[in-house]
């Protein structure tokens, strides 16, 4: 009988939790936050030094797919699995320059790029964490390089990443598994093809999104009121911590309040970047990032930055303001 209470009582606790989460955020729709006003702000050019308008973002480009039908994938293969869609790149042999960073006697490195595509109408996350690799059969340690996947996608985003194994030089059967559903446990292959690139080369063409903010705006989504007060390119005066050529560092500046009568906290941690649609890094060496818990009717200004192409054409930074239904507030990068 003690045992029957109990399960009631935490089944009833579990409930209201729930009802209270899903209550105190947004609704399912991309974006529930609406402006209510302006600020004065004067655009900086650089937080250093001079900066280049870059223009946010892109719409969602919609596809009704089917989930592919296949078990293993060449390079050009591409899977298809509830709305996620996965470009096998290329692959290849990989020599890592760094002197701390090299395979054992008798093995190699591989690398595999992989480019995913999210039309699922949810988010969805692909990292190097998910994938295996098996040499005739035995498994083979992962490495992790700076260009590793780790994409976190909203619905209509994209991004491109790679993956990295030290496998014995001789092996003849290299096969990488990626788990599609951890219920069900059904995997599909990536067969590693040697040196062999398809070619492949990913659409940059996107609209921007018709409900991003600019600079100026005053948000508002029933706990939160964000300023965006600012957005420009920083440089960065630390030696090792610079872009990668062809890249430049960006970042926005916000100003948020607590208008609930509870305490809300907010990171940088939560926020993501597209530059014409594709997924970029963070970029965490600035001394004023964004990261506050607030008390109510409470405020704190912050950046948040991130590492973007310097010809991208659109870029956009979104906040997710409700984690039960995924709910976004996108800022465009002007």
Not at 75 to 86: A, C, E, N, P, R
Not at 170 to 185: F, K, R, T, V
Not at 228 to 255: C, T, W
Request: net charge negative; hydrophobic share 30%; charged share 30%.
């Amino acid at each position: 009988m003690k045992k029957v209470v109990k399960f009631l009582g935490l089944f009833l606790c579990m409930g209201t939790f729930t009802l209270f989460a899903l209550g105190s955020g947004s609704s399912g729709d991309k974006n529930n936050s609406e402006k209510v006003g302006e600020v004065e702000t004067k655009q900086d050019e650089k937080k250093d030094s001079s900066s280049e308008n870059g223009e946010s973002k892109t719409e969602k480009t919609e596809e009704t797919t089917k989930d592919s039908e296949l078990s293993e994938y060449h390079v050009g293969d591409v899977l298809t699995y509830k709305g996620l869609s996965i470009t096998y790149v290329s692959s290849s042999d990989y020599v890592s320059d760094n002197d701390f960073m090299q395979p054992a006697d008798g093995n190699k490195y591989i690398r595999l790029e992989l480019y995913a595509e999210n039309n699922s109408g949810s988010d969805k996350s692909v990292t190097s964490f998910e994938f295996k690799c098996y040499a005739d059969g035995y498994e083979c340690e992962s490495k992790y390089f700076d260009d590793d996947i780790s994409l976190s996608l909203s619905d209509g985003r994209t991004g491109t990443g790679a993956i990295y194994f030290e496998v014995p030089q001789n092996a003849s059967d290299i096969e990488i598994e990626y788990e599609l559903d951890w219920l069900s446990e059904k995997k599909a292959i990536f067969i590693f093809d040697g040196n062999k690139d398809s070619g492949f080369v990913a659409n940059t063409e996107v609209t921007e999104s018709a409900d991003a903010y600019k600079v100026g705006d005053i948000i508002e989504n029933g706990s939160l009121r964000i300023s965006y007060l600012k957005a420009a390119e920083y440089e960065s005066d630390n030696v090792f911590l610079q872009p990668k050529e062809g890249n430049k560092y960006i970042y926005i500046e916000l100003e948020v309040e607590n208008i609930s009568d509870s305490d809300k906290a907010i990171s940088f941690y939560s926020f993501e970047c597209y530059a014409d649609g594709a997924h970029c890094e963070g970029y965490y060496g600035m001394d004023d990032a964004l990261s506050a818990t607030l008390s109510a009717g409470r405020k704190a200004k912050g950046t948040i930055a991130f590492e973007v192409p310097k010809n991208a054409n659109t870029i956009e930074i979104e906040f997710e303001d409700n984690i039960w239904t995924s709910s976004k507030i996108i800022f465009k990068y002007e």
